[in-house]
């Protein structure tokens, strides 16, 4: 069965900072996706970044960049330069073809910044 | 503004009532689904739809109920057969399957 492990519960990071929230994936499927999103407390998913198991390169969108090694089945999300407004919770999700394309969603970190 | 709009936000019921929760999106995506989230966990899919007039179960599907007659609309029903239905219900909208997923502001739903 497809799984997602997010093994950090909480993570503490100071402001202008990097931090890393770790992730990892179990599926036989050759062809599947990753995806990161934040929680805040608002409680609505924003869409953050995107990892094909194709892609030679490794995802970015600003500050955020997926660090995909696709051979240890990880792919951890670094956020660079940490603001307060990261504060929140962030999902790994997974979705591949041998469970319909249907996303599955780790547990979660949730990230605090600290001034 | 595109987007994904849920009503209410917050939604109490008393037992044994059925309840429908909304879901409307303008962003022309074929696909749409139903998420419930828990206290401290991640999101489980309750239903998804990958064209109008056709829906799918998700892992968590019994005591629940959704309908789509238009593209941009996805109600979802909470029965009275859903046994623990407090929760917080996300639903969410993708171009196709295989894409990212975009999602409402969520309802958070209290049954008394």
């Known amino acids: 069965a497809q799984k997602i492990t997010q093994t950090q519960p909480g993570m503490f990071v100071q402001e202008k900072e990097a931090v890393t929230l770790d992730c990892t994936y179990d599926?036989?499927?050759?062809?599947?996706?990753l995806f990161w999103y934040k929680q805040p407390s608002s409680g609505e998913m924003i869409f953050l970044i995107y990892q094909g198991s194709y892609d030679e390169q490794n995802a970015t969108e600003g500050r955020y960049s997926l660090n995909f090694q696709k051979a240890r089945k990880s792919a951890n999300l670094v956020i660079s330069a940490s603001q307060l407004g990261d504060s929140a919770m962030y999902f790994c999700a997974m979705r591949d073809r041998f469970n319909n394309n249907d996303m599955r969603f780790g547990a979660g970190t949730r990230l605090t910044v600290k001034p | 503004d595109g987007g994904i709009t849920q009503s209410p936000k917050y939604l109490f019921r008393k037992e044994g009532q059925n309840v429908t929760l909304s879901c409307e999106q303008n962003l022309n995506h074929d696909a749409m689904y139903w998420y419930r989230q828990d206290p401290g966990q991640g999101l489980r899919l309750i239903y998804y739809?990958?064209?109008?007039?056709?829906?799918q179960k998700g892992d968590i599907a019994e005591g629940y109920s959704v309908s789509r007659e238009k593209k941009e609309s996805f109600p979802l029903t909470v029965t009275s057969a859903q046994k623990n239905p407090t929760a917080f219900y996300l639903c969410?909208?993708?171009?196709?399957?295989?894409?990212?997923?975009?999602f409402g502001p969520g309802t958070r739903l209290t049954v008394l």
């Open positions: 739809s990958q064209i109008v007039n056709d829906f």
């Open positions: 599926t036989s499927d050759q062809s599947y996706g």
């Open positions: 969410a909208s993708s171009i196709d399957r295989r894409n990212e997923q975009f």
